[in-house]
Nanobody, 116 residues
């Protein structure tokens, strides 16, 4: 079993920054892919960024150049540094761990609100 615990969400003004963290516990394998997804009210959950065990990253177009995903394999933690935040970034952000088999674990989510 795997548990994912997110932290770092909150209220921030447009143009501000937040750093999300996701700590994973349980049976973590070095080749698991980790990532962040988000879901705004009334919308589907969309991928924000992913990172492989080897450090290869992928971002949705709307966050490229503003968000940075990173991971610390020794700490089983993945981070999402979010800069130049916009109101449209407001959502619940979920941490995701995907096994090589395709099995997926989700965190409970953390709210990010961008508003003046």
């Amino acid at each position: 079993q795997v548990q994912l615990v997110e932290s770092g969400g909150g209220l921030v003004q447009p143009g501000g920054s937040l750093r999300l963290s996701c700590a994973a516990s349980g049976s973590i394998f070095s080749y698991d892919t980790m990532g962040w997804h988000r879901q705004a009210p009334g919308k589907q959950r969309d991928v924000v960024a992913t990172i492989t065990s080897g450090g290869r990253t992928n971002y949705r177009d709307s966050v490229k150049g503003r968000f940075t995903i990173s991971r610390d394999n020794a700490k089983n933690t993945v981070y999402l540094q979010m800069n130049s935040l916009k109101p449209e970034d407001t959502a619940v952000y979920y941490c995701k761990l995907e096994r090589a088999s395709g099995y997926v674990y989700w965190g409970q989510g953390t709210q990010v609100t961008v508003s003046s």
